[in-house]
C-alpha cells in the first residue's frame, strides 16, 4: 500500500529549529513534485515549500532564508529543515506528493500531518 508519512514535529522555543521528514512507502517507481503545506489555527492551509523531481525548490516568502526543502531520492524521502522558528510558524505541517505508482503516471497523496508549536 502506497502511502506518505511526516514525522519529526514537535514543541520547540522561538528561534530553534526543527527537521521534518516526508517518507513515501510501497511500490513506487519513484517520487515527482514534492509540496510542504501547513494550516495554522483558525487559517487557511498555505503552501510553505515545494521541490521538483530535478530538484528546483520554491518558497513562501515568510519563510524564505529560515526553511529549506530537499530531497533524498535513495530513502524516498523529503525534507524540511526549519531554522530560526517563529511562534507564527506553528501550524500541522502536511506533506503533499506526486507518487509515479505506475508507468501509466503519478497519483497525488497527502499525509496526515505533523504537529509543530513554538512557543515564545
Known amino acids: 500500500q502506497v502511502q506518505l508519512v511526516e514525522s519529526g514535529g514537535g514543541l520547540v522555543q522561538a528561534g530553534g529549529s526543527l527537521r521534518l521528514s516526508c517518507t513515501a512507502s510501497g511500490r513506487i517507481f519513484s517520487i515527482n513534485d514534492v509540496y510542504w503545506y501547513r494550516q495554522a489555527p483558525g487559517k487557511q492551509r498555505e503552501l510553505v515549500a515545494a521541490?521538483?523531481?530535478?530538484?528546483?525548490?520554491n518558497y513562501v516568502d515568510s519563510v524564505k532564508g529560515r526553511f529549506t526543502i530537499s530531497r533524498d531520492d535513495a530513502k524516498n524521502t523529503v525534507y524540511l529543515q526549519m531554522n530560526s522558528l517563529k511562534p507564527e510558524d506553528t501550524a500541522v505541517y502536511y506533506c503533499?506528493?506526486?507518487?509515479?505508482?505506475?508507468?501509466?503516471?503519478?497519483?497525488?497523496?497527502w499525509g496526515k500531518g505533523t504537529l509543530v508549536t513554538v512557543s515564545s
Open positions: 521541490i521538483t523531481r530535478g530538484g528546483n525548490t
Open positions: 503533499n506528493a506526486d507518487l509515479l505508482i505506475t508507468l501509466s503516471g503519478s497519483r497525488n497523496y
